[in-house]
C-alpha cells in the first residue's frame, strides 16, 4: 500500500489521528461562540509539554510560556475591530489594507497575570497597562478585591485581560466585574488565558455571553485543592520562585 510518514514514527502535524491521541492531549470542546481555542498545532502541543513538565527548569519554564503568551496575545488582537486603509507601497502601487480602530489595554491579575504583560507590550509598543489583585477573604472564603489600577480612561479601551490559568474562575469573574463597574462594555473585554478547566471556563462564559475567552487549551478538569489537571502546578511559583 501507499505509505505516507506511518503515525507510529511520530512525525508530522498528524502524528497519530485524533481519536487515537491519549485524552489528556487533546484540549477539550466547549460549544460556546466567545470561547476561542488556540488551533490545536503540534507546535503549541510541544511548548505546552514543556510546561506541564515538572522536570522543566524555570529558565525554560519562563521561555516556553512566553511564547505561548505570545500566541495568545496575537490571537487576541483579531478580535479587535479594524478598518479599511488604503496605502501606498514604495513601488508606487495602492494597497487597500486595514488598520486598528480604538483603544487597547491590558490588565493582570496579580500575581501571575503579570507574567503576561511583556508578551502584550512585544506586540503593542507603549500600551496602557492595569492591575487588579485578588485574593480569598479568610473570613468569607470568597475572592475579594484587595487593589486595582486601572487606567482612568478603561471605559473607553479595549481590554485584554490576563491570567494563565482559570481554575474556579472566582478571580476572573470578580476581575471582569471589576472593569464593567468602571464602565467597560462586556464586549470590550477579552479574556487571555492559557490553561483553563472546563467548568470554569463554560460557567464564565454563560455569564458573561459578550465578553471573549482566547485560551490556549482546555484541561481535564480540578483535583480536591482545587489545580487544574493535568495543569501545571502553580504557575506563579514556577514562572517567578523555582
Ligand atoms: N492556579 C495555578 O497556578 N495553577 C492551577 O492549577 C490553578 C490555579
Not at 125 to 140: A, H, P, Y
Not at 143 to 171: N, Q
Not at 222 to 227: A, F, I, N, Q, S
Amino acid at each position: 500500500p501507499e505509505s505516507g510518514p506511518s503515525p507510529a514514527q511520530g512525525v508530522g502535524p498528524l502524528y497519530r489521528p485524533d481519536g487515537e491521541k491519549p485524552t489528556a492531549t487533546v484540549s477539550k470542546e466547549v460549544s460556546y461562540e466567545n470561547v476561542h481555542v488556540l488551533p490545536q498545532t503540534p507546535q503549541l502541543i510541544a511548548l505546552l509539554t514543556m510546561i506541564r513538565d515538572k522536570r522543566t527548569s524555570r529558565a525554560d519554564f519562563i521561555f516556553y510560556s512566553n511564547r505561548i503568551i505570545r500566541l495568545l496575545v496575537e490571537e487576541g488582537l483579531n478580535h479587535l475591530p479594524v478598518v479599511e486603509q488604503s496605502i501606498t507601497t514604495p513601488v508606487g502601487r495602492s494597497y487597500l489594507g486595514v488598520k486598528f480602530e480604538g483603544k487597547i489595554c491590558g490588565v493582570s491579575i496579580m500575581r501571575a497575570g503579570e507574567a503576561m504583560e511583556q508578551g502584550l507590550r512585544d506586540c503593542c509598543r507603549s500600551v496602557r497597562i492595569g492591575k487588579i489583585l485578588i485574593q480569598r477573604d479568610e473570613e468569607t472564603c470568597m475572592p475579594k478585591l484587595f487593589y486595582d489600577k486601572l487606567p482612568t480612561d478603561i471605559a473607553e479601551r479595549w481590554v485584554l485581560l490576563l491570567d494563565p490559568m482559570f481554575a474556579t474562575g472566582g478571580s476572573a469573574t470578580l476581575a471582569v466585574e471589576t472593569l464593567i463597574e468602571r464602565g467597560v462594555p462586556e464586549h470590550r473585554i477579552l479574556f487571555l488565558n492559557l490553561i483553563a478547566s472546563p467548568s470554569g471556563v463554560a460557567e464564565f462564559a454563560e455569564r458573561f455571553p459578550k465578553l471573549r475567552v482566547v485560551t490556549s487549551f482546555i484541561d481535564q478538569g480540578l483535583d480536591e485543592k482545587k489545580y487544574i489537571i493535568p495543569g501545571l502546578g502553580d504557575f506563579g511559583d514556577r514562572y517567578y520562585s523555582m
